[in-house]
């Protein structure tokens, strides 16, 4: 109701106005062109009154819907007024600086590819542009040669006569009206070109350039940067802050080692976690010192330290200065070892049909759905509901998570995309 009033009494002003100006022309070009500046405005109205008036009665009578709208806005909202009055609407945004320099040109799909985020993890490149549960547009390079994580230089050259074991791409891109994104693939008859160089702990910087056949309208040539891990760093340090389930590893592993004086820690897989949180409970599974261990862990977020075990009173010890290039392989070290034998991949002969029979072997473990239709769905395995449908879940930077359900019957391709 406030807002209808004040859009109505400003219509009614804005008509005054503009009825002004055409009396005003009217009466003579040199008196409207006048008007066009307010002090000549307000000569022409003391001149000419009885033309006027009309349209300055109009224009008045707006200020009393104007006035009511403000007083109830006022009432009900004012900090929504305070931000109306401060002209905080007209202003520009202020962008957060990105995290990645991403500079691509071309198109995807036909349309034009900005992307925001970019990662190289487990051999599979994936630029992604928006933050929702599902990208509005990506692209995704398999690389069987990149098995591990690492900052080692990466370079990759393909062309569309090349046959044998090549990279596989995908493309997905999700539209207005759809639920679920479509998505494309190929292995062969494909320009791809990848030159990529170490840039700080855990980052790889260098040329993009990749061209499909023409069906696919994507072809993207620049330069782009990406993380190699799910953590984030800080003059050389790990940034706690930042919400990953590789950051919670890191602060518990370092507990761990602290705690029990020891190196010799290997941190199993955690339980699924949804954030944005500020207090977590977790069973966390480790093998210190050659001797499997379970413990309840309890973690707090503060805004200053980032993430924390509560009840952490073991004292840092104090080691010898390292590179920062070495301190992100210890660390990955320690935190992605399973408890499990390393040489047990439970993605080998992985299957619907294993996954139905074994739910629990493959607990939140990250994989890969393909629809009939065509969609894609990619998160954690999150179990099988009453209705026997798979259950995958997606967390969110910031935003939470989302789980989606799909029949068996309407899949098409399973992938499990960790051992």
């Given at each position: 109701?406030?807002?209808?009033?004040?859009?109505?009494?400003?219509?009614?002003?804005?008509?005054?106005?503009?009825?002004?100006?055409?009396?005003?022309?009217?009466?003579?070009?040199?008196?409207?062109?006048?008007?066009?500046?307010?002090?000549?405005?307000?000569?022409?109205?003391?001149?000419?009154?009885?033309?006027?008036?009309?349209?300055?009665?109009?224009?008045?009578?707006?200020?009393?819907?104007?006035?009511?709208?403000?007083?109830?806005?006022?009432?009900?909202?004012?900090?929504?007024?305070?931000?109306?009055?401060?002209?905080?609407?007209?202003?520009?945004?202020?962008?957060?600086?990105?995290?990645?320099?991403?500079?691509l040109r071309g198109s995807l799909n036909g349309q034009p590819f900005a992307p925001q985020q970019g990662e190289l993890i487990d051999g599979v490149l994936s630029l992604r542009e928006g933050e929702?549960?599902?990208?509005?547009?990506?692209?995704?390079?398999?690389?069987?040669?990149?098995?591990?994580?690492?900052?080692?230089?990466?370079?990759?050259?393909?062309?569309?006569?090349?046959?044998?074991?090549?990279?596989?791409?995908?493309?997905?891109?999700?539209?207005?009206?759809?639920?679920l994104p479509e998505a494309r693939r190929l292995n062969h008859a494909y320009t791809l070109h990848l030159k990529l160089e170490p840039q700080g702990p855990n980052k790889l910087a260098g040329d993009f350039h990749l061209v499909l056949p023409p069906q696919f309208k994507t072809t993207l040539s620049g330069t782009i940067e990406v993380f190699t891990d799910h953590l984030r760093y800080v003059d050389g340090k790990v940034d706690s802050r930042y919400d990953s389930r590789e950051t919670l590893e890191y602060v518990i592993t370092d507990y761990l080692k602290r705690r029990y004086a020891t190196e010799r820690v290997?941190?199993?897989?955690?339980?699924?976690?949804?954030?944005?949180?500020?207090?977590?409970?977790?069973?966390?599974?480790?093998?210190?010192?050659?001797?499997?261990?379970?413990?309840?862990?309890?973690?707090?977020?503060?805004?200053?330290?980032?993430?924390?075990?509560?009840?952490?009173?073991?004292?840092?010890?104090?080691?010898?200065?390292?590179?920062?290039?070495?301190?992100?392989?210890?660390?990955?070290?320690?935190?992605?070892?399973?408890?499990?034998?390393?040489?047990l991949d439970r993605r080998q002969r992985f299957s619907l049909e294993r996954l139905q029979s074994n739910p629990s072997r493959y607990m939140n473990l990250q994989m890969r759905i393909l629809t009939e239709r065509g969609s894609m769905v990619e998160g954690r395995f999150n179990g099988i509901d009453t209705e026997g449908q798979i259950v995958v879940q997606r967390n969110l930077k910031g935003q939470g998570g989302a789980s989606f359900a799909v029949l068996p019957a309407q899949i098409t391709s399973i992938e499990l995309l960790e051992p």
């Open positions: 109701m406030d807002a209808l009033l004040i859009l109505s009494g400003l219509l009614l002003i804005l008509v005054g106005l503009v009825w002004l100006v055409m009396l005003a022309f009217d009466t003579s070009l040199l008196w409207g062109l006048g008007s066009l500046l307010p002090p000549l405005t307000l000569v022409y109205v003391l001149r000419h009154w009885r033309k006027a008036r009309k349209a300055v009665v109009l224009g008045a009578m707006g200020f009393i819907p104007l006035i009511v709208g403000l007083t109830l806005l006022a009432n009900q909202d004012p900090q929504r007024l305070q931000a109306i009055l401060s002209l905080d609407w007209a202003r520009s945004p202020v962008q957060a600086p990105a995290e990645l320099a991403i500079h929702d549960v599902f990208a509005r547009r990506e692209v995704t390079v398999r690389i069987p040669q990149l098995a591990t994580n690492g900052n080692a230089p990466v370079r990759v050259d393909v062309l569309p006569q090349d046959t044998g074991n090549l990279p596989e791409v995908q493309l997905s891109w999700l539209l207005p009206e759809q639920e290997q941190l199993g897989i955690l339980p699924g976690v949804n954030f944005p949180a500020s207090n977590l409970s977790l069973d966390v599974e480790a093998r210190i010192n050659d001797r499997a261990e379970q413990l309840p862990v309890a973690l707090r977020k503060s805004p200053s330290r980032g993430w924390v075990v509560v009840g952490d009173r073991y004292q840092v010890e104090e080691k010898p200065a390292a590179s920062v290039a070495e301190k992100p392989q210890n660390t990955q070290v320690a935190s992605t070892a399973p408890v499990a034998n390393s040489s």
